[in-house]
């Protein structure tokens, strides 16, 4: 019914709504003719008219019903009514919440959405100049360079080592948003994973030793061959070590890999500068990045070890971290 239909008028719609009470309809076999009885013979000739509250004392339903004839409307007989009409509400008010929790989700999916697509967009348009600035540089550096000043040549190896950093983080990107896009599928292929590895962690062993500190590598062959996507591995591996390089000013920096329970385990150990207690748990998140950490630089976008999670889990294993600040941190990938 609408409110200024002679039916809302008669049943006091209006008078309900505005004051939010109950309101007792008399003679409604006269307007309305035998009801209903259930039990009994004689139809209901009163009403209750009851406002149902969803939320914050306003008024989302009402409720009407017939009243027993063969008893009159005393203290108890009304709350027996008024539960039900409290019940009602109970229930509307949890069907609104889990509607606005519906659109809410509904609408940071499609945030998103839009950021992934955006992220994606955005490192491609800046992939295309940074390869056409690389090409250049590294014919020049690669030529002859005797023409150059000991700075002209410290400036473009400097300029050179800096957009290959900023192409590293593009490609991090491109990674990042199409892992959230659900395009990203593991190749997977049988590999020496311990050899593979060594190789790898090798990489970072001059940056190591040139900073002071100690490399230690210790793969053991597997019993089994183990199946990966290389370029995967590749990136969970080299990524746990550059996070392990840019933490710890000093000590050792140990790479294992172990054969337990029919499980490859690596592990990226060092003595660096360890994560606060309260930081754990969010290690893994996106765009998290620990608070006032001293590392060997500040920069970052903390989607690194984001992206390795995500890396682990396309080939259905799982990563943590032990770690105690001031003595280091353990990273483990099965």
Request: glycine share 6%; hydrophobic share 40%.
């Amino acid at each position: 019914l609408k409110l200024d239909e002679a039916a809302a008028d008669y049943w006091k719609f209006q008078e309900a709504i505005e004051f939010n009470k109950t309101l007792v309809i008399s003679s409604v076999i006269e307007g309305f003719g035998n009801l209903p009885s259930g039990a009994w013979a004689r139809s209901p000739d009163n009403a209750l008219v009851i406002p149902v509250n969803a939320a914050q004392s306003k008024v989302s339903a009402l409720l009407i019903v017939g009243l027993n004839p063969h008893r009159p409307l005393d203290e108890k007989y009304s709350s027996f009514f008024q539960l039900i009409a409290d019940q009602l509400g109970s229930s509307l008010a949890n069907v609104h919440a889990y509607e606005e929790a519906r659109k809410r989700a509904e609408a940071l999916v499609e945030i998103d959405r839009a950021k992934t697509a955006f992220f994606n967009n955005i490192s491609h348009e800046f992939r295309t100049p940074l390869t056409l600035m690389l090409g250049p540089l590294e014919e020049l550096l690669a030529g002859d360079t005797s023409a150059f000043s000991t700075k002209q040549r410290a400036d473009l190896e400097t300029t050179l080592r800096n957009a290959n950093r900023l192409l590293k983080l593009v490609n991090t990107l491109l990674d990042f948003s199409r892992i959230e896009a659900k395009k990203a599928q593991a190749q997977y292929f049988p590999v020496d994973l311990a050899n593979v590895t060594t190789d790898l962690a090798g990489s970072f062993r001059s940056a190591i030793e040139h900073a002071g500190m100690k490399l230690e590598v210790d793969c053991r062959p597997l019993t089994e061959t183990a199946y990966v996507d290389r370029d995967m591995w590749e990136k969970i591996v080299l990524n746990l070590l550059s996070n392990a390089f840019k933490y710890t000013l000093k000590g050792s920096i140990s790479v294992s890999l172990r054969e337990e329970n029919n499980k490859a385990v690596l592990k990226v150990k060092d003595t660096g500068i360890g994560i606060p207690a309260e930081e754990l748990p969010h290690m893994f998140e996106r765009f998290h990045r620990v608070k006032q950490s001293g590392g060997r630089s500040f920069e970052g976008t903390g989607i690194g070890l984001s992206l390795v999670r995500e890396l682990v889990l396309l080939h259905e294993g799982t990563i943590t971290v032990e770690s105690e600040a001031g003595k280091g941190s353990t990273f483990t990938v099965s």
